[in-house]
């Protein structure tokens, strides 16, 4: 793993989220995108060489609505910049890690992504994150 590639922030409102982090981070977010295959739209905020992501449900049944269902807006997920995603993967799983999708799917910010379960991180989601090619 190479640095943190960004922290994801589930949030109930992504307007009013980016008013409040525009506030606290001295800057404006330099992008938003809907990722549909996750049902969430994005919104971006750089802060050194790591970002801030904002994560809002676009659905009822996506992974942020069902997190802000049972938790309440906060830190959803940490993503590691890695080189290959496919031997991260591998390695991880030959260390015992739990993967929840072994095969990358799209993500924001033109990435490919895998998440492992927080059952095996001491309870932190953990994604990992490639520049899409």
Partial sequence: MRKIEHIGIAVAD??????LFEKLL?????????????????SFFQVGETK????????????????????????????????????EVARLK???FEILNETPKEGADNKLV???H???????LVEL???RK
């Avoid at 992504?14 to 008013?19: D, F, I, T």
């Avoid at 997190?67 to 080189?83: M, Q, R």
């Fill in 14 to 19: 992504l307007q009013e989220s980016n008013l």
């Fill in 26 to 42: 001295g800057k404006k977010h330099f992008k938003t995108e809907v990722v549909e295959g996750e049902a969430v739209e994005t």
């Fill in 52 to 87: 801030v992501e904002l994560l809002q449900a676009t659905r009822p049944e996506s992974a942020i609505a069902k997190y802000l269902e049972k938790k309440s807006p906060g830190v959803h997920h940490i993503a590691f910049d890695v080189e290959d995603i496919h031997e």
């Fill in 94 to 96: 030959g260390e015992g």
């Fill in 114 to 116: 895998v998440f492992l």
């Fill in 118 to 124: 927080p059952r095996s991180t001491n309870g932190v």
């Fill in 129 to 131: 994150c490639q520049e």
